[in-house]
């Protein structure tokens, strides 16, 4: 089930930049993580950039330098910049929350559906 709407992917060419954008609804309160993730045929998901436990911003090691985490709090939304873009980096691309569930009254995880990522010439 898709919970969180995402935009911004595409065709690009190495070198090339392009900014993900990832919508959270806005009864959504005490987040624990926010993020991107990413998954390449063949490989395993993994957390691209994101805030953890809280606070902790982190990157993968493999984008430091190139890509950028940021928030929008105001409305609600949070976003990956990526700029110097290597074919390596082509895959679809997640974004995700961890937060409390108030109702459940207990953590709960939403993910966008994914937007497809290529860097290619």
């Known amino acids: 089930q898709v919970q969180l709407v995402e935009s911004g992917g595409g065709l690009v060419q190495p070198g090339g930049s392009l900014t993900l954008s990832c919508a959270v609804p806005?009864?959504?309160?005490?987040?624990?993580?926010m993020g991107w993730h990413r998954q390449a045929p063949g490989k395993q998901r993994e957390l691209v950039a994101g805030v953890l436990n809280g606070g902790v911003l982190k990157y993968v090691d493999s984008v430091k330098g190139r890509f950028t985490f940021f928030r929008d709090d105001a409305n609600n939304k949070m976003y990956l910049r990526m700029n110097s873009l290597k074919p390596e980096d082509t895959a679809v691309y997640y974004c995700h929350v961890n937060f409390w569930n108030y109702v459940l009254g207990q953590r709960e995880d939403y993910w966008g559906q994914g937007t497809q990522v290529t860097v290619s010439s």
């Open positions: 806005e009864y959504i309160r005490s987040i624990y993580d």
